[in-house]
């Protein structure tokens, strides 16, 4: 089983800095089989990033992904009142077939 | 535009059934995975299962025994049921359509959840 890991477990930033965020897997992923996901209180998760580094309909150019094999990376370039959240990074293909990593509060300083 | 929409009971009894519905709207069944997820209180994220059109399912092996998900075609709807419920379970869980492309599934429409609680 893949276990996923995300660092920092919190980042606290202010408006207009960049965020970047970790995700990492205890094996190798292949690069279309890691996501990521916004989630912000009392709502479901959003989809930003599928196959490491594509951004989902809809979802702003400051938010961009990246990484392979085992280290895959999240980066805000200029944070947005709007994206203080939880951010959560996903993979496909291992039993089990879908897990996410334990998420990355990014909260405002 | 696609949109879900779920429901089912809030408040179990331990060793009760649960039981929620999914509905699509805006869109077909066809061609996508339809999943249930979970996030307990205060919680990450954690995958049941995945089902399409024909009932073709693959369910988290951590829940298999437990869990079942079903789909009416006719209706544009899946269905989850988790047998045998403990205050373990108690968690919001989440409807999400699985897109597969580039080899790989992502969920890339969600509902809106619906916490489930179980307490004696």
């Known amino acids: 089983e893949i276990v996923l890991t995300q660092s920092p477990g919190t980042l606290s930033l202010s408006p207009g800095e960049r965020a970047t965020l970790s995700c990492r897997a205890s094996?190798?992923?292949?690069?279309?089989?890691l996501a990521w996901y916004q989630q912000k209180p009392g709502q479901a998760p959003r989809l930003l990033i599928y196959?490491?580094?594509t951004r989902a309909t809809g979802i702003p150019d400051r938010f961009s992904g990246s990484g392979s094999g085992t280290d895959f990376t999240l980066t805000i370039s200029r944070l947005e009142p709007e994206d203080f959240a939880v951010y959560y990074c996903?993979?496909?293909?291992?039993?089990?077939?879908?897990?996410f990593g334990p998420g990355t509060k990014v909260d405002m300083k | 535009q696609v949109q879900l929409q779920q429901w089912g009971a809030g408040l179990l009894k331990p060793s009760e059934t649960l039981s929620l519905t999914c509905a699509v709207y805006?869109?077909?069944?066809?061609?996508?995975?339809w999943s249930w997820i979970r996030q307990p209180p205060g919680k990450g994220l954690e995958w049941l299962g995945e089902i399409n059109e024909s009932g073709s399912a693959n369910y988290n092996p951590s829940l298999q025994s437990r869990v079942t998900m079903s789909v009416d075609t006719s209706k544009k709807e899946v269905s989850l049921k988790v047998t045998s419920v403990t205050a373990a379970d108690t968690a919001t869980y989440y409807c999400?359509?699985?897109?597969?492309?580039?080899?790989?599934?992502?969920?890339?429409?969600w509902g809106q959840g619906t916490l489930v609680t179980v307490s004696s």
């Open positions: 805006g869109g077909s069944l066809s061609g996508h995975y």
């Open positions: 196959g490491a580094s």
């Open positions: 996903q993979q496909y293909g291992n039993s089990p077939l879908f897990s």
């Open positions: 094996e190798s992923v292949y690069s279309s089989y």
């Open positions: 999400a359509r699985i897109t597969y492309e580039l080899a790989a599934g992502h969920f890339d429409i």
